[in-house]
């Protein structure tokens, strides 16, 4: 019986790894040859779910092992005439070391149509499927390397490197006043603080925006709590970027008010966090660079015998 075994360590916390290859939803994102899931209901080691491939056929699957946060395995349904195989079972392991998680995708099959279909699969399945489930183990770690940045970057994080500075406008101040602030301080949104203080609410360009289409040039005129959001949607310095990129998608803001004990600290945007986010993969990238630079200064060092980096590049120019 065919079998396809891979393996990758990777630095990331097992929670991180387990969330991403336990989203047995979301295959179809990760996984090249897949162009859409359909859970067919149960959950964790009663789940059933049907694949369709991007060629048209499709197949379904049901869960066969499932050891929380370890491992689980996935039965294929073999039955549909145009799957290739007459049986497919598929597990998907960590495991959880000092230096990082080893994660492990093993694949046991058995070829249809007899020995033609065993030899079709020697010489051509069998390397085809191997690249395509490579490239999946490839997808989960780029998606696991994203979470486990989200998991930790801080709000704190964002606001040691932004400042904790917030601009404020009051209830009473008109739209045309709200919006020479947010033109002079160059940002989108401002908060509205009400007579006592305490935030009313939060108005961005989008909501002086939809004032004029409704009300024309003399909406102006109006104070800013006729058209500034009341219902805000706040974090807190602990949160991770897991729970402030999940605000801003289910809730559909761009912007969220950090409050420590209740008390206003700070203001962060999706700009942040994507600014964040580059730094850090820069960060990456650099280290990666230096890293490689490190190898090849070793390498022509071992091979030339020269201590000297100048007196190298002078030899290496020449």
């Not at 336990?22 to 694949?51: N, P, Y």
């Not at 209740?262 to 203001?267: K, T, V």
């Not at 999706?270 to 490190?294: N, P, Q």
């Amino acid at each position: 019986m065919p079998v396809i075994h891979l393996q990758r360590k990777i630095k990331a916390h097992a929670d991180v790894v387990w969330r991403v290859i336990s989203d047995l939803e979301s295959f179809a994102e990760v996984s090249s040859h897949i162009a859409s899931v359909e859970m067919l209901g149960g959950e964790k080691e009663t789940v059933r779910r049907r694949l369709t491939s991007h060629h048209g056929y499709s197949w379904t699957e049901h869960c066969v092992m499932w050891n929380e946060g370890h491992g689980y395995a996935m039965e294929v349904d073999s039955s549909d005439k145009v799957y290739p195989f007459r049986s497919m079972h598929r597990r998907f392991e960590l495991e959880e070391h000092d230096d990082g998680v080893v994660l492990s995708m093993h694949y046991k099959y058995k070829p249809k149509y007899g020995l033609f279909g065993q030899a079709w699969d020697l010489l051509f399945l069998h390397r085809k499927r191997r690249q395509l489930y490579e490239d999946l183990l490839n997808n989960w770690i780029a998606r696991i390397r994203d979470l486990e940045w989200a998991y930790t970057v801080t709000v704190a994080t964002i606001l040691q490197s932004k400042g904790s500075d917030v601009v404020t406008a009051s209830v009473d101040d008109s739209i045309f006043e709200v919006a020479r602030i947010l033109r002079k301080h160059r940002i989108g949104c401002v908060l509205i603080r009400d007579h006592d203080g305490s935030l009313a609410g939060l108005a961005s360009e989008r909501d002086i925006v939809s004032g004029l289409g409704d009300h024309g040039p003399e909406a102006l005129k109006l104070p800013i709590c006729d058209v500034m959001s009341r219902k805000l949607v706040v974090c807190e310095p602990h949160n991770d970027m897991v729970f402030v990129m999940a605000c801003m998608t289910d809730r559909k803001v761009r912007h969220l008010p950090v409050l420590d004990g209740g008390e206003l600290a700070g203001i962060i945007s999706i700009g942040d966090v994507v600014k964040a986010r580059i730094y850090s993969l820069e960060s990456e990238s650099e280290t990666m660079r230096e890293y490689i630079a490190g190898r090849e200064w070793r390498y022509h060092h071992k091979v030339t015998g020269v201590h000297d980096v100048a007196a190298l590049r002078q030899e290496l120019g020449n």
